[in-house]
């Protein structure tokens, strides 16, 4: 079963320019939350119901959903920095001023979990609120738990998200941001309104060999399986994205996907696809799946970490009846 995907949003951080500081604001949570109910949320937080709110297409004031659309709407956020700051805070109190020093209304902020449960919270989806925290590849992999919870009937349903507060002391290197995407059982009604459709997803872990490097074995077998998700199809267009210091990975992945993909009889737009930089740490991969919603274009997404970690979404045009 296919998954159709209905709606998208997100708040994004720009590179500042030569004349700007890193340390402007970039982000109103006015302009997005209204002026009340978000002082004790982490930035992580903020953004985070930014974008469920535009992929939800609800205003900030909205009242939760009730019912039965409710019990049948899930929440599933990836992350990989969003308490970074909180945990960091946290233990420079307790270290200098002791438990008496930490207020009670940042407490909760100490959970990985708090950036989804206040989203799940405020849009009122009662069917489950999953976190995941893989490294890089949390964005896509929410995609790809979403589609699984739609296949197997746990939703009718699911906004896959992600949100990341880069951490300290890495320059201008990483940026902040957050992430969105409505996905839903296919239903004849809702095709003609979707942006996309999401064919299928997989997630795998590369270790490395005794010698430092990727068993190229197991890149060549990854590489089998994500081509195997457009099999067949031509002009797919294949986007890689990961942090620098996987280019080398990447390159492999994006290498043994296009061999895989031209042995099934498809082939890509480009050859050799795409490498990107995730400067927005887990929600690039998310950042690049909606700039690709609603083009038309047959697409493979890849998400990957240094350590190891990939997930991979295929995407095309919405069929229609």
């Known amino acids: 079963m296919n998954v159709l995907l209905m709606g998208a949003g997100s708040v994004a951080e720009r590179p500042p320019a030569a004349e700007e500081s890193r340390a402007a604001a970039w982000f109103d949570p006015a302009e997005h939350l209204g002026r009340r109910g978000w002082k004790y949320h982490s930035p992580a937080t903020r953004y985070l119901l930014a974008a469920g709110h535009q992929a939800l297409g609800r205003r900030h004031d909205d009242l939760p959903l009730d019912g039965a659309p409710s019990l049948r709407l899930g929440v599933v956020t990836g992350t990989q920095y969003a308490i970074a700051h909180a945990h960091r805070r946290m233990d420079d109190t307790l270290r200098t001023l002791g438990v008496r020093g930490i207020s009670p209304a940042e407490v909760p902020a100490f959970s990985m979990s708090t950036p989804g449960s206040q989203l799940a919270i405020g849009a009122g989806a009662r069917a489950f609120s999953v976190t995941l925290t893989n490294p890089g590849t949390a964005g896509l992999e929410a995609v790809h738990f979403a589609v699984t919870a739609l296949r197997t009937d746990r939703a009718d349903r699911v906004v896959a998200a992600a949100t990341d507060q880069a ?154 009846p």
């Open 167 to 320: 951490p300290d002391g890495d320059g201008e290197r990483e940026l902040d941001g957050a992430a969105a995407v409505v996905l839903s059982a296919p239903d004849r009604a809702d095709r003609a309104r979707a942006l996309a459709e999401v064919t299928g997803g997989l997630s795998r872990f590369v270790a490395r060999g005794a010698d430092g490097g990727r068993d190229p074995d197991v890149v060549a077998a990854a590489g089998r399986r994500i081509a195997a998700l457009a099999a067949g199809t031509h002009g797919v267009r294949l986007v890689v994205s990961g942090p620098a210091g996987a280019a080398r990975f990447g390159a492999a992945v994006r290498d043994s996907v296009a061999t895989a993909l031209a042995g099934t009889g498809g082939s890509l737009c480009a050859p050799g696809g795409e490498f990107t930089e995730a400067r927005h740490c887990s929600v690039s991969g998310l950042l690049e799946l909606i700039a690709l919603a609603g083009t038309g274009e047959s697409a493979l997404l890849v998400s990957l970490s240094d350590s190891g970690h990939l997930t991979a979404i295929a995407l095309r045009s919405p069929s229609r």
